[in-house]
């Protein structure tokens, strides 16, 4: 009864168009309510702060706000310019570099949102020019946008290592692999594309040249390199180079002749507006996960899946389920933040690598934004490309299938994401 009250309110707050963070912070009050638990709310106050008092949080709003200096300081264009001078002449050369732009983009960003942006204002039009039918630029635009939290350096892995007390340093590395291996599926389905359906490209392209097109994207290229091996050989924490991050948009953006008072005041300005909802959504999942503990949900959930003879392998494909829903669902740090500490505790339990867990999370949860009713990136592409939307969903389909098989090959193949962290020292 009262699992059904809370669940009622929550629909009804849902639909009636309350943010996420409020349906959910109060219904875990009511719960608190209908559980007879109300003294223990005495202690929330001081709950919401511990959890929220993690220097590894520090990391999250930097990246942030270097990511969308860097979009506003013209680094899209000058990572487009050097793909194209590498993969342009190839047949479908347009959907390589699409792709092979995400891959540079996401050492910067760690967004698929401002990477589906980015390019779908500055790569879809220049696709549809060289004769590439709106729907697939659009379609390639949108999955290879998900190969930006993956490749490090990602909010998502720091919020998720943040919130489970797990190696940031260590899921960079264990990131590298999975999000390479992306790149080559988009890659090889690209190019199949293009032979069976005769994408423009070749030789006679007229692209940027090779070292002109490197030596502007250069301050970029190697801006990756500073953070990653900063913080995976232990020279700087994710923190540090967050900042790093920071200091080095603006000088590059500055170089770039795009960044002034304006543009900078615009990204923090957007910076601040997202950790607002950030961390609303944060203190409404913490008060769910305390009630979650103080009514052992995992250890019944953990007596649940004993009972059902059920293995870790087996366990892993039912959270790659659950997130996979969830995401179609839900904001990507809320999901997180909500379904994480109650289920990744019994899977550690269980003996499952916490790094590998942490991936194959993040992995999961991002592929959501790909993914209907509510795909972040789809709804991003069809305001920016102007497309309409479930005609979006129709033609990334091939791609959602395409990339929910990659994550079945990282989920039954840990050393996949592992090898990297083991061989550094991290695991």
Sequence with gaps: MQVAVVLGF??????????????????????????DNVRYMAVLPQRLFSQLDVFAFLAMPLFI???????????????IDFSMSLVG????????????????????SGSAVSDAAALGNALVPEMRRRGYSLDYAAAITGASSIIGPIIPPSSILIFYGALMDTSVAALFAAGIVPGLLLAATLMVMNAFYAWRDDHPGGRDMDLPRVLPSFARALPALTLPVIILGGTLFG????????????????VIGIGYGQLGFREVGASLHRTGVLLGALFIILCAISTFSYLAALMQWPQAIAGWIE??????LQYLMMINVLFLLAGMVMDVKAAVALFAPIFVPVAIAMGIDPVHLGIVICFNITIGLLSPPLG???LILA????IDYWRLIRVTLPFFVAE????????????????????????
């Design 307 to 312: 009972g059902l003879g059920v293995g870790p």
């Design 376 to 378: 972040g990136v789809l």
């Design 65 to 79: 706000l270097a990511g969308d200096l860097m979009n506003r300081g013209g680094l899209a264009r000058a990572l």
């Design 404 to 427: 929910v098989g990659v994550l079945i090959l990282l989920t039954f193949v840990p050393e996949i994401s592992l090898w990297l962290p083991r061989a550094l020292g991290l695991r």
């Design 10 to 35: 929550v629909v009804l707050a849902v639909l009636s168009g309350a943010a996420i963070a409020y349906a959910i912070g109060a219904a875990a009050v009511l719960t608190f309510v209908l559980s």
């Design 89 to 108: 002449r190839l047949k479908g050369g347009l959907g390589h570099v699409n792709i092979l732009t995400s891959v540079f983009f996401a050492g910067v």
């Design 235 to 250: 020279v700087m924490t994710p923190s540090e180079a967050a900042a790093v991050a920071v200091i080095a948009a603006l």
């Design 383 to 386: 305001t920016v490309v102007r």
